[in-house]
């Protein structure tokens, strides 16, 4: 089963390319393989970053994995030059960067989402009645 999670940040002015060759070293290295990383699509937006990534397995279990690795901190290290917490205030790990999923639709499985699964519960359950 994949995973995925939409990482949001704030971007330095020109800060795309640093970031882009940044992953692009990483990528290269076993790194991705390591924590279970099928793709990574990296975006800007009006001064926005957007790192969406898919993994194999759970992925906020590779990003506690990642945590613990040399190679992980160091680029995240590095990625300060170009990025930075979105509300510094309140950031403390990488999972305070995560956007929360609440709607996804797919063919095969059609519309999901919080919101959805509890109107399909009955009245009783969801407390309604």
């Given amino acids: ?10 971007l330095k002015p020109g800060g795309a390319d640093g970031v882009a060759r940044l992953f692009a070293e ?3 290295s076993e790194l991705p393989r390591a924590l279970g990383v099928v793709r ?6 009006h001064g926005l970053y957007f790192h969406y990534v898919e993994f194999e397995g759970d992925a906020r279990a ?7 690795r040399a190679d992980f901190q160091k680029l995240s290290d590095d990625l300060q030059a170009y990025v930075m917490a979105y509300d510094p205030a309140t950031w403390r790990t990488p999972k305070d960067a995560m956007a929360e999923e609440f709607y996804r639709w797919t063919p095969e ?18 407390g309604d009645a």
């Fill in 1 to 10: 089963m994949s995973d995925r999670t939409l990482i949001v940040a704030r």
């Fill in 26 to 28: 990483s990528d290269a």
């Fill in 40 to 45: 990574r699509h990296l975006y800007q937006f």
């Fill in 109 to 126: 499985e059609g519309a999901q989402g919080p919101a959805l699964r509890a109107a399909s519960r009955p009245a009783a359950a969801r």
């Fill in 62 to 68: 590779a990003v506690e994995r990642a945590r613990k």
